[in-house]
Structure formats: structure tokens, C-alpha cells
């Protein structure tokens, strides 16, 4: 396999890439009257990159910007309009039923509602149990050490206090443990992690956030941790990428990105994160001004033009960017890091 992401870390090799995700796009058709076509929503429209095994990346964005459809559509949950995801060494494309089923043994999914993830007249023994039993863990036994164990590891404990429980008895915090016992116990190589804190109360969001590094660092997990909160990147990113418009405008290791973002939606983002100190009045900073585009009609040239202060005219109205290097693993599609825009950034 070829490495084509130039933010990887450097030395890495062809045998260290997990997950290859190349050209990928995910259009919905849109229908008048469920007959007509009247054109495509393109939630994900060219996205690529490469995971190393154990490593994990945050692709961040607002609402809208395709990231969870980005998710779902690297799950294996849609298939691609276009494009491809090699997993291992395998390309998984939704033809060939045995990779697909294969892979999804390998990749766990941790949903942003865990509530709405579980199902609610099972027990956590249950709950926790099917998987096994789908894929194929014929010994009871095993199958036993292999729930207390997800259970020890996502720190629900004593064990025996929780087995018999239906989701409804457990906090959000408890459900989203649960949920994250569900995603590791068959030992996945991948965690897709779609806003998996962002309907949890503040005081128990560090500590998911913290289990899933930990997990990650003790079984070398790779992570793809979804979110439209760049505060919350800090606990075990790898590198940051960027969302807008479908797309990936910001690639970056995640402290040169949170130091120098570039991109000037980058840099609105990191100025909407609120500061921390509670005795700073100004501490919840401005959004991004402007509407997201729209997916199904986004606008010609760099999606970003409508909203984006530093436009030029003629150039940012009418060509996409291509991604520019802006340093070692840092990539920025933005025309004010070409060569003949350069004067404009000094
Ligand atoms: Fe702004 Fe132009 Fe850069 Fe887009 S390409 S972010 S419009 S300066």
C-alpha cells in the first residue's frame, strides 16, 4: 500500500496504515414526490487520509458538515457513492459480503446517544453477550470472562451489580461505559467514536473522554473520534482534521493545529472555544458567523467564501483549493497558502 497522507508521522511504513480511506464520497439522492430526482445531498465529498494502528485522529466540524455521515459511511453503515476504504489490507466496498462482515468484527461504534444505542428490555449481561454469540464465541465460559472483563475495563464494577441491570437503572455516564464495553469486546482494531460525550452531563464528559485514551493505549487501538467540540481534543488526538462543506480543509498534528491553526474556518473554530476560567466574562467566544453552505447547492470555488473575511475575489469565489503544504504534516486547502497568494498571509 502506498502512503499518500502527508501528515502521517514520518517513517511511517505501508505494513503500520490500519485504515486507507481514498476518494470517498457519500451522495443521498434527493427525489420530488419520490419519483423525480431533483439532485444529491453530498454529505462527504472527496474525503482522504490514513490511520496508523494505534493512532487516533478528531475530525471536527459544525453540524451539518457531513462528519457523522463521514462516520457512518466508514462503518460500513452506507455504502459508498464513490471511492474506497482498504481496512488492513482489504478493500471494503459493500460487494463482497464476507470483507464487509469480517470488518465490521473489527471495528467498534460508539454512538453519540447511549441510551438510544442499547436496547432497552436487555440486561448488560445480554446486551453484552449477543455480540459473542453472533460472531461466533461458542464457549459460555470464555464468553463469560470476556464480558466481566469489558466490563472491568470500562470500570463497572463490581461486576456482579451490573450484569442483571436493564439500560434504563444506569446513569448516561454508566450507558456510555456500557456502549464502550459493547464496542471493545470483540477486541476491535478500530473505534469510530461519533460525539460520543455530547449528551452527557460536564462532570462526567473528562472521564469518558479519559477511559477511551486509556483503552486506546492499552490495546492499541486506533480511534476516529467525531466531534463539533475542539475542547475536547486533548485527551488523546493524534492529529486533527477538519471538516467543512462535506470536506477535509485542515489536516494537521493536533498541538500544530491547536498552535497554528491556518485555515480561517480553523481559526474561527479555535477562537470559539470558550476559556476556561469561569472569571473571564468573555469566556463563550463567537461562533463563526454565517450559515453553513448547503450540501446539495454548495457554493462554486472554496465552500468557505461566503463566510470567509480573508476571500479574494475572482480566485476564491471561482477554483476549490487544493490542500497546500503549510509545514512538516500540515496541510491547509486554502488559496492564501498558495504560491501566488502567498504575500497576503506574510
Ligand atoms: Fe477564505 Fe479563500 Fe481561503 Fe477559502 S480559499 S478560506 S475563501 S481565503
Redesign the pocket.
Known amino acids: 500500500m502506498e502512503i499518500f497522507d502527508k501528515t502521517m508521522r514520518p517513517g511511517t511504513k505501508p505494513e503500520d496504515v490500519l485504515l486507507s480511506v481514498e476518494g470517498l464520497h457519500k451522495w443521498f439522492e434527493i427525489k420530488r414526490l419520490g419519483l423525480f430526482r431533483v439532485g444529491d445531498v453530498k454529505a462527504v465529498d472527496g474525503v482522504d487520509f490514513q490511520l496508523a494502528r494505534g493512532e487516533s485522529v478528531t475530525v471536527v466540524g459544525e453540524s451539518g458538515c457531513g462528519k457523522s455521515t463521514l462516520a457512518r459511511t466508514i462503518l460500513g453503515l452506507y455504502g459508498p457513492t464513490k471511492g474506497r476504504i482498504v481496512f488492513d489490507g482489504r478493500v471494503i466496498d459493500g460487494t463482497d459480503k464476507e470483507a464487509l462482515a469480517w470488518y465490521r468484527r473489527h471495528v467498534g461504534f460508539v454512538q453519540q446517544d447511549p441510551f438510544g444505542a442499547l436496547p432497552p428490555f436487555m440486561t448488560v449481561q445480554r446486551i453484552l453477550n449477543e455480540p459473542l454469540v453472533i460472531n461466533g464465541v461458542k464457549d459460555p465460559e470464555e464468553r463469560q470472562r470476556r464480558i466481566r472483563k469489558a466490563l472491568e475495563d470500562v470500570r463497572l464494577m463490581p461486576v456482579e451489580d451490573y450484569l442483571t441491570k436493564f439500560p434504563h437503572q444506569l446513569s448516561g455516564g454508566q450507558q456510555q461505559r456500557l456502549v464502550i464495553a459493547r464496542a471493545i469486546i470483540l477486541e476491535p482494531k478500530l473505534i469510530v467514536a461519533d460525539e460520543p460525550v455530547s449528551m452527557l452531563d460536564a462532570s462526567v464528559r473528562v472521564e469518558i473522554m479519559q477511559l477511551l485514551g486509556r483503552l486506546q493505549q492499552q490495546y492499541n487501538i486506533s480511534i476516529i473520534y467525531i466531534t463539533h467540540d475542539l475542547s475536547t481534543v486533548r485527551y488523546f488526538s493524534d492529529r486533527i482534521f477538519v471538516m467543512y462543506g462535506a470536506k477535509l480543509i485542515e489536516k494537521a498534528r493536533t498541538k500544530e493545529l491547536l498552535k497554528n491553526p491556518s485555515?480561517?474556518?480553523a481559526q474561527a473554530l479555535m477562537n470559539a472555544i470558550p476559556d476556561p476560567d469561569p472569571d473571564n466574562v468573555d469566556r463563550f467566544r463567537e461562533v463563526p458567523g454565517g450559515e453553513p453552505p448547503s450540501l446539495m447547492n454548495p457554493p462554486a470555488g472554496?465552500r468557505?467564501?461566503p463566510r470567509?473575511p480573508?476571500?479574494?475575489k475572482g480566485v476564491?469565489d471561482v477554483q476549490e483549493?487544493p490542500h497546500f503544504e503549510r509545514g512538516e504534516q500540515h496541510l491547509v486547502a486554502?488559496?492564501?497558502y498558495g504560491e501566488e497568494h502567498a504575500e497576503q498571509t506574510a
Open positions: 485555515h480561517p474556518y472554496c468557505f467564501h470567509c480573508a476571500a479574494i476564491c483549493p486554502c488559496w492564501l
